[in-house]
């Protein structure tokens, strides 16, 4: 392709976009003369009311530049005015549900089962089972235990053999031994005092009683 076609092609391809913006720059002159001229009719109505003179919008000639305005700008002022649409209607959702939490005054603890009871609502706990001190073992119960013990320490005891298998007399009395009531026995000539809750064993030793150690179970749980 020469110069010459190279040159026309361009010169035709620039006359074809002058007159592009010529047809728009006319299409946007005329949309604002009527924009103008409403204002006017619009001016020339409220000077009328008010009885002014009327001074209308100078219509600009048509060789002056023309301001189509910033979309971009417009676009976003829309998106901010929209945001802050949302967030006034969010706000106000908000504050028609929020409910003002209800203030009570401190009260103790026995005030408020005091409360509760009175409204019905709670039941004191009981206990259901027994509640007992240690138990007082029979005689026959003492004297097993005196004769393990023995069986334990007959040797500490003096003895030369073990009595524990011999008798073991219960002397139908009673005595206190560290406060303790105690169940009197008598074996191969020594003289015993055993707990009737089983708490401590005694031998006697001239006027005093001396405490035996319970060791084994063989006997009290053959």
Not at 50 to 77: C, H, R
Not at 109 to 134: C, F, K, M, P, R
């Amino acid at each position: 392709m020469s110069k010459e076609s190279k040159l026309a092609k361009k010169e035709a391809k620039a006359a074809k976009k002058a007159a592009k913006a010529e047809k728009q720059h006319a299409a946007a002159y005329a949309s604002l003369v009527k924009k103008i001229e409403k204002k006017n009719v619009k001016l020339e109505k409220k000077a009328n009311k008010k009885g002014v003179p009327f001074v209308p919008i100078p219509i600009p000639a048509e060789d002056e530049p023309i301001k189509t305005g910033n979309k971009a700008g417009k676009i976003i002022l829309t998106i901010v005015l929209v945001l802050l649409l949302w967030f006034l209607i969010y706000f106000i959702v908000m504050w028609v549900k929020y409910q003002v939490p209800t203030i009570f005054p401190p009260t103790t603890v026995a005030e408020e089962i005091s409360e509760d009871s009175a409204a019905g609502d709670v039941s004191h706990y009981q206990n259901q089972h027994l509640i007992t001190t240690t138990p007082t073992y029979s005689v026959e119960q003492c004297r097993l235990v005196l004769r393990q013990t023995i069986k334990d320490q007959w040797g500490d005891l003096g003895y030369s053999s073990d009595p524990s298998g011999g008798t073991i007399s219960y002397l139908d009395r009673h005595t206190t031994v560290n406060g303790a009531d105690c169940y009197v026995y008598s074996c191969s000539g020594v003289t015993y005092a055993v707990a009737t809750n089983i708490s401590g064993i005694y031998y006697q030793s001239g006027s005093n009683w001396n405490p035996l150690t319970f060791n084994n179970t063989d006997l009290l749980f053959d």
